[in-house]
């Protein structure tokens, strides 16, 4: 019993204990909400953007990647994952580029996660 316990217990630790992390580099734009940097996938923390099946999506993904143009930027990983993906608040210099896509209409806060952190 004690041995089936410490299965249990190192099986559940390292999915309860996930190591938050300053990714940094030139990103890649895989559509209006996800990027790779660093060769990490990374779904940008508290917003929701139009789906790629869309036109709004493309014009979100074109967006982003408009605003990035090839610099490198600094994402803080939120310790949560979405669909295998780091969460993380990502910053071009000081500005946040989750922010810059809700004030731009090209996402939408994601309550569920930013709490309504770009609603305000």
Known sequence: MIRGLF???AFC???ATVQAETLEGRP???DGD???VAGKPIRLWGIDAPE?????G????S???TVVSGNEIRCEDHGKRVAGHIMAQCFLGNVDLGRIMVLSGNAVDWRRHSGGFYSR
């Open 13 to 15: 630790l390292p999915l």
């Open 52 to 56: 790629m099946a869309t036109r709004a």
């Open 34 to 36: 996800s990027i790779v």
């Open 58 to 61: 493309s014009a979100s993904k």
């Open 63 to 65: 967006y982003l990647r």
């Open 7 to 9: 299965v249990l217990l």
């Open 28 to 30: 890649t734009i895989i």
